[in-house]
């Protein structure tokens, strides 16, 4: 079974709207925490916000923001007015805490900003 | 003031040969790793060192073969290139210590063996 799964291959939203992207995983170790990166298309994979599995609140940094639901293990993102310089593959991680430092991958959702 | 940085950022190479990336950190971290992003951009964890002290091996091919001569530098080694190695290679780092543990990434090298 997929540890993380995104979802969207590919996403097409207009400049300034909000964007969710989607993010699920499958863990039953009681620690773990999530990440979101940005790759955009030259390459450098850039951290975006983490989220750890006992916070109580949701996660935010500037525009991103992480719509974490535990009970249904999901870890969205959230990009609040979007810009063209949103366009990127984004990925979501988890890292299990009783599993090394070992972070695991999704396949990432390729957002498009339109103009 | 480049966090994690890696050598050479291309490599163009024929198949059989051997080569090697480099990996630096100047961010105190005790823990590094190396990933290979295949075409389809999927990230798989390749190794992990731990203060020179390997942690993780992954089902990697012998032909790679991480060293690491001390806590901030993690270098990929590769013999016998085949096709199949042709991806983007990422170093990252991390401070190992209880909190967010947050792995910063290197820029990637992009190998293409021909």
């Known amino acids: 079974a997929q540890k993380i799964t995104q979802t969207q291959p590919g996403m097409f939203v207009q400049e300034k709207e909000a964007v969710t992207l989607d993010c699920t995983y499958d863990?039953?170790?009681?620690?773990?925490?999530l990440f979101w990166y940005k790759q955009p298309s030259s390459g450098e994979m850039i951290f975006l916000i983490y989220q750890g599995s006992y916070d109580q609140q949701n996660a935010t940094e500037g525009r991103y923001s992480l719509n974490f639901q535990k009970a249904r293990k999901s870890a969205n993102l959230v990009i609040s007015a979007s810009q063209l310089g949103d366009s990127a593959m984004y990925f979501c991680a988890m890292r299990e805490d009783n599993r090394d430092d070992k972070i695991i991958f999704g396949k990432g959702t390729r957002l498009h900003i339109l103009p | 003031d480049t966090a994690v940085s890696q050598t050479p950022k291309y490599l163009v190479t024929q198949m059989g040969n051997d080569k090697s990336i480099k990996c630096e950190q100047n961010?105190?971290?005790?823990?590094m790793y190396w990933y290979k992003q295949d075409s389809k951009k999927f990230l798989k964890i390749m190794f992990s060192?731990?203060?020179?002290?390997?942690?993780i091996n992954e089902t990697v091919p012998n032909r790679f073969s991480p060293k690491s001569p001390d806590k901030a530098h993690l270098n990929l080694h590769i013999n016998s290139l085949e096709l199949g190695d042709s991806a983007v290679y990422f170093c990252?780092?991390?401070?190992?210590?209880?909190?967010?543990?947050?792995?910063?990434f290197g820029p990637g090298t992009r190998l293409l063996v021909l």
């Open positions: 961010l105190g971290h005790d823990t």
């Open positions: 863990t039953s170790d009681p620690s773990y925490g």
């Open positions: 060192y731990n203060n020179k002290e390997l942690i």
């Open positions: 990252a780092s991390s401070q190992d210590s209880p909190g967010r543990e947050t792995q910063y």
